[in-house]
């Protein structure tokens, strides 16, 4: 499984996001200065019992995008079935999102309307390749033989 392509640094953003829903439920109605910006609240409202029970099933999703982003390979076939979530959970976040120009702030719905987007993005034209047992066993041979050259060289010296 190849780390450092788009879906985990999608992963990483999605946990970041679930981890603070979860672990501060009182930051989705507060709003925050980022230099020149205002990060305006995710939630209207004060928080209530209702909102952080919202906020931590809504965080437990996040998590799990993120955990799946990070740890799944997205081959050619489970990828775009998966990006259709992507996407309504995008589309969803965009009907929330806002940006003002004139005073610099915006909602927290479009920093997840991006990563979702980009999620999305990637498992639809950016696969991983799928398996068969040919590849599998022309990388295991490649990793053989390399690994057999390594030991060779060690000897040698």
Known sequence: MPHG????????????FGILAL??????????????????PLLEGEATAASAALLSVFASCLLTFGLA????????????????GFLTIA??????ATWDFASKS?????????????????LI?????AWT???LRAHEEK????????EKKEHSL
């Open 5 to 16: 392509d788009l879906s985990d640094f999608v992963g990483i953003g999605n946990l970041a």
């Open 23 to 40: 672990a501060a439920p009182q930051f989705a109605h507060q709003s925050f200065s980022l230099g020149p910006f205002t990060l305006t």
């Open 69 to 84: 982003l990070y740890i799944v390979r997205w081959n050619t076939i489970n990828a775009k079935f998966v990006a259709i």
């Open 91 to 96: 589309g969803m976040s965009f009907k929330n």
């Open 106 to 122: 915006f909602s927290p719905w479009l920093f997840l309307f991006f990563i979702e987007l980009i999620a999305a993005l990637h």
């Open 125 to 129: 034209f950016n696969p991983n390749d």
């Open 133 to 135: 047992s040919e590849t």
């Open 143 to 150: 990793k053989a033989a390399k690994k057999a050259a390594k």
